[in-house]
């Protein structure tokens, strides 16, 4: 991977309330939402000609976890991604750049 971030997610993310009680788990959307953001920032890229091509789970998050979040640049059409915890992953995907017409009918 050609970047790399750290995200930590505070114990008390309201993600964590109800989801699921007794053993709290950051959802995959939020998930996948923090690293889009995070390589938009890094990447300069606009949302709306990227979109997801793949996400697979691997792992869970759980409160006050340090993410390390790795990204390559856009090769062949892709921009990969991988998120751990430590030393395990939790979620990889990649992005494909799209047809810039976002939202339209």
Known sequence: ???SNTLEIPRDHPAFAGHFP??????????IDETLHI????????????????????GVVRPGDTLLVEHESPHDGLIRF???VENRT???GSLTAGTGRRGAA
Not at 22 to 31: I, K, M, R, S
């Open 1 to 3: 991977m050609s970047a």
């Open 22 to 31: 007794g053993f709290p788990v950051l959802p995959g959307a939020l998930l």
């Open 39 to 58: 390589i938009r920032s890094e990447r300069s890229l606009d949302p709306g000609e990227w979109q997801i091509a793949s996400a697979k789970f691997q």
């Open 82 to 84: 991988v998120i751990r």
């Open 90 to 92: 939790v979620a990889t």
